[in-house]
């Protein structure tokens, strides 16, 4: 057995699972053990964008964690970050 923490965060609420799991666990299997979307129902663990340690993972379901890692689930852009800068610069001139 290993231990992994699942997390996510809204502006108003974090939350860092532990979870106890098999070795070979992958990130999706590791964020379904947590239980972490019956904390936060609007997440889709299937379909959510995942990361170890703020590195992206291309496919969840194939990635083995290792002891100790931490499976960020992340939440969509609302805006993309290039339009961002550019509101902002917008405003300052």
Same mark, same amino acid.
């Given at each position: 057995?290993?231990?992994?923490? #699942?997390?996510?965060?809204?502006?108003? *609420?974090?939350?860092?699972?532990? #979870? =106890?799991?098999?070795?070979? +666990? %992958?990130? @999706?299997?590791?964020?379904?053990?947590?239980?972490?979307?019956?904390?936060?129902?609007?997440?889709? +663990?299937?379909? %959510?964008?995942?990361?170890?340690?703020? /590195?992206?993972?291309?496919?969840?379901? %194939?990635?083995? &964690?290792?002891?100790?890692?931490? #499976?960020?689930?992340?939440?969509? @852009?609302?805006?993309?970050? =290039?339009?961002?800068? &550019?509101?902002?610069? *917008?405003? /300052?001139?």
């Amino acid at each position: 057995m290993i231990q992994v923490e #699942v997390a996510y965060a809204r502006p108003d *609420k974090q939350e860092i699972v532990p #979870v =106890k799991a098999p070795e070979g +666990v %992958t990130a @999706l299997e590791a964020a379904k053990l947590s239980g972490i979307a019956d904390i936060f129902p609007e997440i889709d +663990v299937d379909a %959510t964008d995942m990361g170890v340690f703020g /590195k992206v993972i291309k496919d969840p379901a %194939t990635h083995e &964690l290792r002891e100790g890692d931490r #499976v960020e689930l992340y939440r969509p @852009l609302r805006i993309d970050p =290039k339009q961002a800068r &550019l509101n902002r610069a *917008k405003k /300052k001139a």
